[in-house]
């Protein structure tokens, strides 16, 4: 709500994008790859299921997350308008509207009315207000819907590759599999406890999660993969 | 923030979890289907990579969710001790960051004043205000991380088998690429649509951009791997 939050730890936007980039990239490939290994025998089909893979779900995640902010400025542009609409409109039931927010607060109605009188005098705050605490909506950035698809979708690729390297060093799927588990193991629990920090959790804690999501995945690709076979 | 929202619309939570499981569900396992279906001769291999990314992907999506909703429980929990103790040994400091909030809502001083001592009344009250509006943090309902997970990973289940499904009725991967083609656009269309009027898009809008993620996804899964054959 405003920048001071004392010592409560908030990560930047970019660092968000990255976590949310990373978490999928780490974890989906390296799954997809552990799947394969156990069921076919040469590692440049795992390496273009790989990449197709990583080609697909960083434009999901990228294009998906660019065209989701457009989206949103249009939304929030049209509950501008509305707002500016009501408050012209029906300025009693807007009135009463601020006062249900602070009634919501516990504070009591002589302090409501005081509220609403004041933020009635001046339509913009009126509306500011009526869209960031009635809507729940801060207004978006242009530029961010942008810059988060690029941040998220590289962070994709990045994370994807981890998993798929070693698969290029290597003659067997089985040997690809071995090396992969090591790498992303300490990728995932590297990355698990820095994410964790970011966010002001546990670091220990989030290692652990973020390594056994990964686990799991690739262990259930693994398990399906081989019922296919 | 409260209840009433006029007309404005509000899609439920269970909606939200499909919307989400379905986006990517249909996305990247038709990506990566169209990608192999390039470079392999058999559509076993095709079948095999896209179960085990549904396997994987799912797991990610709904085990990665529920984590997350357990974190933001801890975190949650973790910042009421904080305010609790903040309210009792730096009350004056407390009470400045509630006028904070409320000048920053274009409220005058001897309104901000009027709160700030009104709140201080009720220490209960008091945390759940700065929680709530300094914070920006809702009390998680525990229940929700669970069925979320669970509501996501289904969804991320049903959509992948959609475009999978034309390779278990064909005998060439190709075959099975056309048809997937026809079947995925065509769903991604309609699941557009309807996520759009959901969530007070435009509906032809919303279905056009979900149609065009999901085909350049594939467009540059199909480019990448045959770059890789």
């Given at each position: 709500?405003?920048?001071?939050?004392?010592?409560?730890l908030r990560s930047s936007?970019w660092i968000t994008d990255i976590v949310i980039g990373m978490s999928?990239g780490l974890t989906?490939?390296?799954?997809?790859?552990?799947?394969?290994?156990?069921?076919?025998?040469?590692?440049?089909?795992?390496?273009?299921?790989?990449?197709?893979?990583?080609?697909?779900?960083?434009?999901?995640?990228?294009?998906?997350?660019?065209?989701?902010?457009?989206?949103?400025?249009?939304?929030?542009?049209?509950?501008?308008?509305?707002?500016?609409?009501?408050?012209?409109?029906?300025?009693?039931?807007?009135?009463?509207?601020?006062?249900?927010?602070?009634?919501?607060?516990?504070?009591?109605?002589?302090?409501?009315?005081?509220?609403?009188?004041?933020?009635?005098?001046?339509?913009?705050?009126?509306?500011?207000?009526?869209?960031?605490?009635?809507?729940?909506?801060?207004?978006?950035?242009?530029?961010?819907?942008?810059?988060?698809?690029?941040n998220?979708?590289?962070s994709?690729?990045v994370g994807?590759?981890i998993?798929?390297?070693?698969?290029?060093?290597?003659?067997?799927?089985?040997?690809?599999?071995?090396?992969?588990?090591?790498?992303t193991v300490i990728c995932l629990f590297i990355f698990g406890f820095f994410k964790a920090k970011v966010t002001g959790q546990n670091p220990w804690t989030g290692a652990i999660r973020v390594t056994?999501i990964g686990?799991?995945?690739?262990?259930?690709?693994?398990?399906?993969?081989?019922?296919?076979?």
């Open positions: 709500m405003h920048d001071h939050h004392e010592e409560h936007a999928d989906v490939p390296f799954a997809l790859a552990a799947g394969l290994s156990g069921v076919v025998d040469s590692n440049a089909i795992i390496l273009t299921a790989g990449l197709a893979e990583i080609a697909a779900g960083s434009i999901a995640m990228g294009l998906g997350g660019y065209l989701a902010g457009r989206t949103e400025i249009d939304h929030y542009n049209a509950e501008l308008s509305r707002e500016y609409q009501e408050v012209e409109v029906v300025p009693e039931k807007e009135k009463q509207e601020v006062r249900d927010v602070f009634a919501e607060m516990g504070l009591s109605p002589e302090t409501q009315n005081v509220i609403a009188d004041e933020m009635a005098k001046d339509k913009d705050k009126w509306v500011d207000f009526m869209m960031k605490f009635e809507l729940g909506l801060d207004k978006p950035d242009p530029k961010r819907a942008r810059n988060s698809a690029f998220i979708g590289m994709y690729i994807g590759l998993p798929l390297s070693p698969y290029f060093f290597t003659q067997h799927p089985i040997d690809g599999l071995k090396l992969s588990c090591v790498v056994l686990s799991v995945a690739a262990g259930a690709a693994f398990f399906i993969a081989s019922l296919f076979d």
